[in-house]
């Protein structure tokens, strides 16, 4: 058993769960750890998405009660089958996208400057984003939208219109749902808890793509590789639902201007390194 790799496979996994639902990108990172790592060749890149599998399901495990109750009234509710088909409406742009940009995509955004440059113009939408809904909300007071329930099909195409931006590494896919959808009008809290919902849909498409890719090619699947993505897996569940715990706690009553600063930082930090020489960052 190959313990390097196994070690790379716990923090890799440590950083997808804590980056995953904030507005800080998770593929961006797993991009910067990856490559720090020397762990970001095409099993590395398969590796990342799979473990985001197991931050998903601290997600559902954490709100299994709303899940259940959507899955058991979806004959019976229409508020049921509405949440349901938000979901589906808001995953069709990203997940179409993906699937005809996808490898395009990995070939020339998926290295530390493109990284680095979106995580600093992520941070200053992000400034905007914040000073433009508390503008609305003094001038217009309450939003009409107080629960992930009160969405329509409009709001869900517009979100999933938002996600789109996600498919370049360093935005952030929470981020830009969140975003976005304050942009749209939603209150902070109801984008952050549609964005965990819509996590499930789109990243469960992911891994499962990723995984019919190697299991076409079993060398991949074999030996160290699947400890590695088995390891990666669950310290990305645990970590990943202590954040969401957090994040629905921050989300009430503060903004996310912190995460704005940190992205911009961490981005020059980057880029100064790079151009430097400090870190032989890949290309």
Not at 124 to 142: D, M, N, P, V, Y
């Amino acid at each position: 058993m190959d313990l390097i790799l196994l070690g790379k496979a716990v923090i890799l996994g440590i950083v997808e769960g804590l980056t995953e639902f904030l507005p800080i990108s998770s593929t961006g990172h797993l991009i910067l750890v990856g490559d720090l790592l020397d762990f970001n060749d095409e099993r590395g890149k398969a590796f990342e998405v799979i473990i985001q599998f197991g931050a998903i399901l601290a997600v559902c495990w954490e709100f299994r009660a709303k899940i259940w109750k959507v899955t058991s009234t979806l004959k019976t509710s229409a508020i049921s089958r509405r949440f349901v088909m938000n979901l589906f409406i808001a995953s069709i742009p990203a997940m179409g996208l993906a699937f005809i940009f996808g490898k395009q995509i990995k070939t020339f955004l998926f290295s530390p400057i493109p990284v680095a440059s979106a995580f600093i113009v992520g941070g200053l939408i992000i400034f905007w984003a914040e000073r433009r809904q508390s503008k609305a909300l003094h001038s217009t007071g309450k939003s009409y939208i107080q629960s992930v329930d009160d969405l329509t099909p409009l709001d869900a195409i517009k979100v999933g219109l938002a996600q789109c931006a996600a498919l370049i590494p360093g935005t952030s896919r929470s981020g830009a749902t969140i975003i976005g959808g304050m942009l749209f009008g939603l209150p902070r809290a109801v984008a952050t808890e549609f964005s965990f919902f819509l996590a499930i849909p789109v990243i469960g498409g992911a891994t499962a793509y990723e995984l019919l890719k190697l299991w076409k090619s079993p060398v991949s699947l074999s030996g160290d590789f699947t400890w590695a993505i088995a390891v990666g897996f669950i310290s990305a569940f645990i970590s990943a639902f202590i954040c969401v715990r957090w994040l629905i706690h921050y989300v009430a009553g503060h903004n996310f201007i912190p995460f704005a600063w940190y992205r911009i930082i961490f981005g020059l930090l980057v880029l100064i390194s790079a151009y430097s020489g400090l870190v032989a960052w890949s290309h």
